[in-house]
């Protein structure tokens, strides 16, 4: 079992960054791939980026994301840059096990508004 805390979400202007943290708790968080969706207003859950050994990303943060992971820390990051109107959206934190197929524990989430 893992739980899983966001922060870092706001308003920022078309352009600017933000970084956003999950911190996750448990013992074994190097056993979970981490991943980071999104999900704007009238629209379903979107996959943003995961990493376990290896990063990926969905093709229209490529290039302006960047997920990243401290595990000492039990914690993920997603640095986000350049950042569009389209970018606004509730950010999820979501983990699974290395050995199952889909994303079984989430975060509350967080805010992410960017203005024009």
């Known amino acids: 079992q893992v739980q899983l805390v966001e922060s870092g979400g706001g308003l920022v202007q078309a352009g600017g960054s933000l970084r956003l943290s999950c911190a996750a708790s448990?013992?074994?968080?190097?056993?979970?791939?981490m991943g980071w969706f999104r999900q704007a207003p009238g629209k379903e859950r979107e996959f943003v980026a995961a990493?376990?050994?290896?990063?990926y990303y969905a093709d229209s943060v490529k290039g302006r994301f960047t997920i990243s992971r401290d595990n000492a820390k039990n914690t993920v990051y997603l640095q986000m840059s350049s950042l569009k109107p389209e970018d606004t959206a509730v950010y999820y934190c979501?983990?699974?096990?290395?050995?199952?197929?889909?994303?079984?524990?989430w975060g509350q989430g967080t805010q992410v508004t960017v203005s024009s």
């Open positions: 979501a983990a699974r096990r290395n050995t199952e197929g889909s994303f079984g524990y």
């Open positions: 448990g013992r074994t968080f190097t056993s979970y791939v």
């Open positions: 990493i376990n050994y290896n990063t």
